[in-house]
């Protein structure tokens, strides 16, 4: 079952596009509800570095995440789910973020 939710929420993020999976990994490394083992700082400032060249409103302004409900929807998949499994789908989504 552990594995269908991990599967299913890969699914989901492969499915956004690029700006929703930064935002995304903004989200799980400021969350600290989300007990990550791998280093957070550094998660943070590849997705923040790469979310800031590509949008423009992210870089101007203060975002207001809950706006993206498709994010919001992750963030609660992911709330629900198991510290191994929650570091699984975190190294996933900084895996596949290209620099």
């Known amino acids: 079952?552990?594995?269908?939710?991990?599967?299913?929420?890969?699914?989901?993020?492969?499915?956004?596009?690029?700006?929703?999976?930064?935002?995304f990994g903004i989200c799980i490394t400021t969350c600290d509800s989300i007990p990550i083992l791998y280093n957070k700082s550094e998660m943070y400032k590849k997705f923040d570095t790469i979310l800031k060249k590509i949008d423009e409103e992210y870089r101007t302004t203060i975002i207001n995440f809950s706006k993206y409900e498709l994010v919001m929807f992750a963030m609660a998949k992911l709330m629900e789910m198991e510290t191994t499994e929650q570091n699984k789908v975190a190294m996933y989504l900084f895996n596949i973020i290209k620099i």
């Open 1 to 23: 079952m552990q594995n269908t939710k991990v599967r299913l929420l890969i699914n989901l993020i492969k499915d956004m596009s690029i700006k929703n999976k930064l935002r």
